[in-house]
T-cell receptor, first 116, second 111 residues
Framework: GAGVSQTPSNKVTEKGKYVELRCDPI?????LYWYRQSLGQGPEFLIY????????DSGLPNDRFFAVRPEGSVSTLKIQRTERGDSAVYLC??????????????FGPGTRLLVL | EDQVTQSPEALRLQEGESSSLNCSYT??????LFWYRQDPGKGPEFLFT???AGEEKEKERLKATLTKKESFLHITAPKPEDSATYLC????????????FGRGTSLIVHP
């Protein structure tokens, strides 16, 4: 079956602009995660959705970052007033949350964001 | 706070030269430990999940083992196509499903 997909694959924007990054999880996966990865680092947690609601948004760095998942499937990560420090790879992952099922996350290819 | 430390940061091997990557972790209670492979410009690709000390899993030239403090990813007779960054992550008990990732080990296998 299809894996996690993310669009766009690359995004170049100017400082101060607004960007939206999209994630389409594996069909049937109820949990969805957003991470940010800088060069030479492991993925850093941003926000976790269980269904339509944000179950944990403790990783969002500030109020410029916001994410939604209105129908419990596709999610959009929104960044307002982008800063050069926001440049990174934004990864999305999904997992099944059936009781007793292993909590393995499957990642998408990422969106490479460059803020000039 | 959960911590994951991977070593070495980088490893160069000759084709056929077996070695091991280390993932040391500190967590109040372990729900699961995950190994991923990440190729340049790609997202992490799931390899293994380990749940309890003494558990081992194998896939082709890779074998993952787990103790109460660390996990090893053993690579037997590696090939150039095994070159990638290998990431370790731990998931703690207690309700949160958020894994903590290490920085990864960058492996290069020379032909």
């Amino acid at each position: 079956g299809a894996g996690v997909s993310q669009t766009p694959s690359n995004k170049v924007t100017e400082k101060g602009k607004y960007v939206e990054l999209r994630c389409d999880p594996i069909s049937g996966h109820t949990a969805l995660y957003w991470y940010r990865q800088s060069l030479g680092q492991g993925p850093e947690f941003l926000i976790y959705f269980q269904g339509t609601g944000a179950a944990d948004d403790s990783g969002l760095p500030n109020d410029r970052f916001f994410a939604v998942r209105p129908e419990g499937s596709v999610s959009t990560l929104k960044i307002q007033r982008t800063e050069r420090g926001d440049s990174a790879v934004y990864l999305c992952a999904s997992s099944r949350r059936d009781r007793g099922y292993q909590e393995t996350q499957y990642f998408g290819p990422g969106t490479r964001l460059l803020v000039l | 706070e959960d911590q994951v430390t991977q070593s070495p940061e980088a490893l160069r091997l000759q084709e056929g030269e077996s070695s091991s990557l280390n993932c040391s972790y500190t967590v109040s209670g372990l729900r699961g430990l995950f190994w991923y492979r990440q190729d340049p410009g790609k997202g992490p690709e799931f390899l293994f999940t380990l749940y309890s000390a003494g558990e081992e899993k194998e896939k082709e030239r890779l074998k993952a083992t787990l103790t109460k403090k660390e996990s090893f990813l053993h690579i037997t007779a590696p090939k150039p196509e095994d070159s990638a960054t290998y990431l370790c992550a731990v998931q703690a008990t207690g309700g949160s499903y958020i894994p903590t990732f290490g920085r990864g080990t960058s492996l290069i296998v020379h032909p």
